[in-house]
């Protein structure tokens, strides 16, 4: 199923695809020049006001505080209970997430092919992965490794902030700014993921680490946190601004997830989760559903354009993938 807007013959490049959102896939408008105040308002409103990824992570960061957090007179003393507390949380919900999303699109299929970027199930037997299958490739590295390095910085983040080392931000103290750290950290997390990735392709790098998560060619919601360790500790480690910056735990909880959470559904392989053919959550990235299939593009995402200003840029279009074929010439 290629982009139904078009009306010219299938390009080599559309028939790699099962489906193609529409192109050109445009940037974040907050780094645009001039600047449109009118755009950035529409690009926000679009990303923080209407139900999706932001808005569901806030209300689980806001329940972890409230009913799944230790205290930080708990986080003082680095004692079993807690850590352990924080660690299962973790891996509870990486589990429903993933798991549910998998399990929809990728075993129960409820909405088929519609929506899907690419048209290949996931490998079910290659030497290529631990195990010999993607998936549980995927579901080891994430629950182990994954989850150890997310709970781990979660558990230095609350333990400095208890004792003074990390600054600790009063929600009522200042609401204002409180809010807006909310909408400030996925510009950060963009921001710092760009350079931890591009550092991630430097040959020797590449080998070691990154090249455990680009076995996936074809991606599904496992994929997002199957990392190698090196990966997951550069990867996670956008949260140490907060050493400098004062936030509450509940902007840590966000960060966290957010980074956590969003790599699944961002590796979901799908545009969107329909419900009675609609529409009901968006999803899967094609921005980075294209770098893994082509490994030298995109490699930050839509909010900070990076890739705009390096050349690396894979706008979706036909005529974007020629300069990009000719650029890897």
């Given at each position: 199923?290629s982009?139904i807007?078009?009306?010219?013959?299938?390009?080599?490049?559309?028939?790699?695809?099962?489906?193609r959102?529409?192109?050109?896939?445009?940037?974040?408008?907050?780094?645009?020049?001039?600047?449109?105040?009118?755009?950035?308002?529409?690009?926000?409103?679009?990303?923080?006001?209407?139900?999706?990824?932001n808005?569901?992570?806030?209300g689980?960061?806001?329940?972890?505080?409230?009913?799944?957090q230790?205290?930080?007179?708990?986080?003082?003393?680095?004692?079993?209970?807690?850590?352990?507390?924080?660690f299962?949380?973790?891996?509870?919900?990486?589990?429903?997430?993933?798991?549910?999303l998998?399990?929809?699109?990728?075993?129960?299929?409820?909405?088929?092919?519609?929506?899907?970027?690419?048209?290949?199930?996931?490998?079910?037997?290659?030497?290529?992965?631990?195990?010999?299958n993607?998936?549980?490739?995927?579901?080891?590295?994430?629950?182990?490794?994954?989850?150890?390095?997310?709970?781990?910085?979660?558990?230095l983040?609350?333990?400095?902030?208890?004792?003074?080392?990390?600054?600790?931000?009063?929600?009522?103290?200042?609401?204002?700014?409180?809010?807006?750290?909310?909408?400030?950290?996925?510009?950060?997390?963009?921001?710092?993921?760009?350079?931890?990735?591009?550092?991630?392709?430097?040959?020797?790098?590449?080998?070691?680490?990154?090249?455990l998560?680009?076995?996936?060619?074809?991606?599904?919601?496992?994929?997002?946190?199957?990392?190698?360790?090196?990966?997951?500790?550069?990867f996670?480690?956008?949260?140490?601004?907060?050493?400098v910056?004062?936030?509450?735990?509940?902007h840590?909880?966000?960060?966290?997830?957010?980074?956590?959470?969003?790599?699944?559904?961002?590796?979901?392989?799908?545009?969107?989760?329909?419900?009675?053919?609609?529409?009901?959550l968006?999803?899967?990235?094609?921005?980075?559903?294209?770098?893994?299939?082509?490994?030298?593009?995109?490699y930050?995402n839509?909010?900070?354009?990076?890739?705009?200003?390096?050349?690396?840029?894979?706008d979706?279009?036909?005529?974007?993938?020629a300069?990009?074929?000719?650029?890897?010439?």
């Amino acid at each position: 199923m290629s982009n139904i807007n078009s009306k010219e013959p299938e390009s080599r490049f559309a028939k790699q695809w099962n489906y193609r959102p529409e192109a050109p896939i445009q940037t974040s408008p907050i780094f645009h020049w001039p600047p449109n105040p009118l755009s950035i308002i529409r690009w926000f409103s679009a990303r923080w006001f209407v139900f999706g990824e932001n808005l569901i992570i806030v209300g689980l960061a806001f329940l972890a505080w409230k009913y799944f957090q230790p205290s930080l007179e708990q986080t003082i003393s680095l004692e079993l209970g807690w850590t352990l507390k924080i660690f299962i949380r973790n891996i509870i919900l990486i589990s429903v997430v993933a798991g549910c999303l998998h399990l929809s699109l990728h075993m129960r299929r409820t909405q088929g092919d519609r929506l899907k970027f690419d048209q290949r199930d996931m490998t079910k037997s290659s030497r290529m992965f631990t195990f010999g299958n993607q998936v549980r490739d995927n579901m080891f590295w994430t629950l182990t490794s994954g989850v150890f390095f997310w709970s781990a910085f979660e558990i230095l983040m609350f333990w400095a902030m208890a004792n003074g080392y990390a600054p600790v931000l009063g929600w009522l103290d200042n609401p204002i700014w409180s809010i807006a750290l909310l909408f400030l950290t996925p510009l950060w997390i963009s921001f710092h993921f760009y350079w931890v990735h591009r550092l991630l392709h430097w040959p020797p790098l590449y080998r070691i680490a990154h090249s455990l998560h680009h076995r996936n060619t074809n991606v599904g919601p496992w994929s997002g946190l199957s990392m190698h360790p090196i990966e997951h500790l550069l990867f996670f480690s956008s949260i140490l601004i907060h050493w400098v910056v004062a936030a509450h735990p509940i902007h840590i909880l966000f960060h966290m997830q957010h980074q956590a959470l969003t790599a699944v559904t961002s590796h979901a392989g799908f545009d969107a989760l329909l419900v009675k053919d609609k529409n009901a959550l968006s999803l899967g990235n094609f921005h980075h559903q294209m770098h893994h299939r082509y490994f030298e593009c995109n490699y930050g995402n839509l909010e900070v354009p990076w890739d705009k200003m390096f050349g690396s840029f894979h706008d979706g279009t036909d005529e974007s993938h020629a300069l990009f074929v000719n650029r890897k010439k």
